[in-house]
């Protein structure tokens, strides 16, 4: 079983190597770097916290330190492993010269005006006004359609994240700090298998349930409001995010009938998911439902994001955008409303993208919680 997985993976590897070269021919240049580490570890399945890679037709070269020598050598696997004893992008654009690179494509939007000053000072006057071109996120593009691999661990961390909502059912009481709902939730999580939190967890209650991102504070939760818990967990590097907002007491009919607008706009926008729609139509499903009740003015941010081995991924669904969904992209789809000084609320499904339409990873009850 082990071998046999490990022969799937290598084999996603040298795909996604490949593609990204393509990427990369396609933009001008004729060798990629790649600093950003959830692009390096989905290139070569390196998951050390330092290193850079290259690529170049049909060539990869991993380049980290000392600290990694037998990790990266069992997991870039594929991948020629370099252990350098200089800073890792220094040894790389070295590299690069040596081996007659012309043009070295990088992502701007994760490389810092210091690290191209350093890129530029590890190469000779010769070839440096020429060689380094920024090429816009290729791989960050390709990472957001994903393969069965990445679908299977997504679809294990978005059931883990479930699990441990439907368990927090049976311990949150009013009176408990929102803290406490955070810590117990995440103790839980480890306890599952959880390598870690996808972000802060957010445990809002009461009127900070009208703050979309509110931390868990040391707030009490409620005798009567709302309580928004918004997190994910980590598996194998890759990210779950779910939210669901439950009722502590009786509800006034105000709160019923928003809360059944924003599960209304919610189900609407996981409906408008399929391959060959625009995100901003799938955004205005959920945000045309709100319009309809009055309520668009307080869905203050956009409908979802795409999520993988980083939280926030393409493609991004919110209005105007014209990005097509495609097959085995992984989006969330999490619509809200918030009332400043009075309360708020949002749910929020992982949706996978299939042929015949969305398929929602987090089957937890979107149906109105009381507790
Ligand atoms: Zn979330
Ligand atoms: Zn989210």
């Known amino acids: 079983m082990g071998l046999k997985l490990g022969r799937i993976k290598v084999m996603n590897l040298s795909v996604r190597k490949r593609r ?16 950003h580490s959830p ?41 020629r492993v370099e252990i350098v004893t200089k800073a890792s992008v220094v040894a790389a654009c070295e590299w690069m010269e040596a081996a007659g690179v012309e043009r070295c494509g990088f992502d701007a939007a994760h490389t810092t005006v210091a690290v191209l000053e350093t890129l530029r000072g590890a190469v000779t006057a010769k070839v440096r006004r020429r060689m380094f071109e920024p090429v816009g996120p290729l791989v960050a593009g390709l990472r957001e359609v994903k393969d069965v691999d990445e679908i299977a661990v997504l679809r294990r961390a978005a059931k883990l994240g479930c699990t441990l909502f439907d368990g927090m059912l049976g311990y949150m009481r009013s009176g408990m ?15 599952g298998g959880a390598e870690g939190m996808s972000f802060e967890t957010i445990v809002a209650s009461g009127e900070r349930s009208a703050l979309p991102h509110g931390r868990a504070s040391m707030a009490k939760l409620p005798k009567r409001g709302f309580v928004t818990l918004d997190f994910g967990v980590v598996l194998d590097g890759y990210c779950s995010d779910m939210t669901r907002t439950i009722h502590m007491g009786k509800a006034l009919a105000g709160e019923l009938d928003v809360y059944d607008s924003v599960l209304e706009a919610q189900e609407a926008a996981v409906a408008a998911v399929r391959p060959g729609v625009t995100s901003g139509e799938v955004d205005e499903a959920a945000r045309s439902v709100l319009r309809r009740r009055g309520l668009d003015q307080y869905f203050s941010h956009s409908t979802g994001h795409g999520v993988g081995l980083e939280i926030h991924e393409g493609p991004k669904i919110a209005a105007k955008q014209t990005q097509v969904l495609q097959q085995g992209m992984v989006i969330t789809i999490e619509p809200g409303a918030y009332m400043p000084g009075k309360f708020g609320l949002r749910i929020e499904d992982m949706v996978l993208v299939t042929a015949r339409g969305g398929e929602v990873l987090t089957p937890s009850v979107k149906a109105w919680i009381e507790l």
């Open 20 to 35: 990204a070269v393509a990427a990369a021919k396609a933009a001008g240049v004729d060798a990629l770097l790649v600093m």
């Open 39 to 79: 692009d390096i570890r989905y290139l070569s399945g390196f998951t050390g916290s330092s290193g850079c890679l290259v690529l170049r037709s049909g060539r990869a070269v991993l380049f980290t330190d000392g600290r990694y020598t037998s990790q990266a050598k069992a997991e870039a696997v594929g991948t």
């Open 177 to 191: 700090t929102e803290i406490a709902v955070a810590a117990e939730l995440e103790h839980r999580a480890r306890l």
